[in-house]
Nanobody, 128 residues
Framework: QVQLVESGGGLVQAGGSLRLSCAAS????????MGWFRQAPEKEREFVAAISWSGLSTVYSDSVKGRSTISRDNAKNTGYLQINSLKLEDTAVYYC?????????????????????WGQGTQVTVSS
């Protein structure tokens, strides 16, 4: 397993920006695709973005496409999610996750079922 710890959440005004971090330890993070998901109160956990192990392939949900960037620094075992132009509906607990298939050649998955290790989440609250 790989252990994941998110940080960077907080209270932000609508229109602002936030950068979330996901620090990994344990098994070598750089081998695995990484995803970000979020869960708002009384809603199911939904996909936000994913990035391949190499960083060369990224996928975004329609809800954040064009105003979000997922990235990773494998030397630091850390992944990132930048969201700009934050909206009230971005309010949620954000989770990072690792897909423990080593060096996968496929496009990173948008399905929760593909991810094996999860962090504890970080709260993002967007205010008007």
């Amino acid at each position: 397993q790989v252990q994941l710890v998110e940080s960077g959440g907080g209270l932000v005004q609508a229109g602002g920006s936030l950068r979330l971090s996901c620090a990994a330890s344990g098994r070598t993070f750089r081998r695995y695709a990484m995803g970000w998901f979020r869960q708002a109160p009384e809603k199911e956990r939904e996909f936000v973005a994913a990035i391949s192990w190499s960083g060369l392939s990224t996928v975004y949900s329609d809800s954040v496409k064009g105003r979000s960037t997922i990235s990773r620094d494998n030397a630091k075992n850390t992944g990132y999610l930048q969201i700009n132009s934050l909206k009230l509906e971005d309010t949620a607990v954000y989770y990072c996750a690792a897909d423990l298939v080593e060096y996968s050649s496929t496009t990173p998955s948008s399905s929760r079922l593909s991810y094996d290790s999860w962090g504890q989440g970080t709260q993002v609250t967007v205010s008007s």
